[in-house]
């Protein structure tokens, strides 16, 4: 069975730092499409940042370009998301995915002061 | 960016009768493979959404066959053909064929 476990998330002031962490199980994640997805509390989703298979190229929004950073830790089979000047727009659920098709429960980030 | 509008927002639908959501794109969706990369999701209350299908047309193992999509170019749609108590929930269209992937702005379908 695959699963996904995120983890990170949590209160932190504008301006902070998050790192959140996607553990996979089920599967090997150098083989998928990696993604975080994000839905602000009560709102619609949004594809935050995507990391090729091959870890050779990455995506971003660019609300979120040059402050996150998603990367891939193929010997622990997991997925991060380094989150750098966030933003109070940035309060979010936040899903890790295999692009898409299997789904995390997702970790919660809220920036507030 | 692609901008994704669906239609209805709100669908209030009679158990057991069909429903159907439109998903209109800004850009065509076809890559030069001839894949149109539009996909659904189901994200019921509280759950992490669910694809339901996948290049307009494909189920997802394990979705049920009342669930279908059709369309082509920049229109696009959902139907259920017969709605049950669990389809109830929000529906997302989803484009991956341009970055940044863009999702439409959900339909809350619910029970009368």
């Known amino acids: 069975e695959v699963q996904l476990l995120e983890s990170g998330g949590g209160l932190v002031q504008p301006g902070g730092s998050l790192r959140l962490s996607c553990a996979a199980s089920?599967?090997?994640?150098?083989?998928?499409?990696m993604s975080w997805i994000r839905q602000a509390p009560g709102k619609g989703l949004e594809w935050v940042a995507h990391?090729?298979?091959?870890?050779?190229?990455?995506w971003y929004v660019d609300s979120v370009k040059g402050r996150f950073t998603i990367s891939r830790d193929n010997a622990k089979n997991s997925l991060h998301l380094q989150m750098n000047s966030l933003r109070v727009e940035d309060t979010a659920l936040y899903y890790c995915?295999?692009?898409?098709?299997?789904w995390g429960q997702g970790t919660l980030v809220i920036v507030s002061s | 960016d692609v901008v994704l509008t669906q239609s209805p927002l709100s669908l209030p639908v009679t158990l057991g009768q069909a429903a159907s959501i439109s998903c209109r794109s800004t850009?065509?969706?076809?890559?030069?493979?001839?894949?149109?990369?539009l996909s659904w999701f189901h994200q019921r209350p509280g759950q992490s959404p669910r694809r339901l299908i996948s290049?307009?047309?494909n189920r997802d193992s394990g979705v049920p066959d009342r669930f279908s999509g059709s369309g082509s170019g920049t229109d696009f749609t959902l139907i259920i053909s017969r709605v049950e108590a669990e389809d109830v929930g929000v529906y997302y269209c989803?484009?991956?064929?341009?970055?940044?992937?863009?999702f439409g702005q959900g339909t809350k379908l619910e029970i009368k």
């Open positions: 089920g599967l090997t994640i150098n083989n998928y499409w």
């Open positions: 989803m484009q991956y064929r341009h970055w940044p992937h863009t």
């Open positions: 290049q307009v047309s």
């Open positions: 990391l090729q298979p091959d870890g050779s190229a990455t």
């Open positions: 995915t295999t692009g898409g098709v299997q």
């Open positions: 850009q065509r969706l076809e890559n030069s493979d001839g894949i149109t990369r």
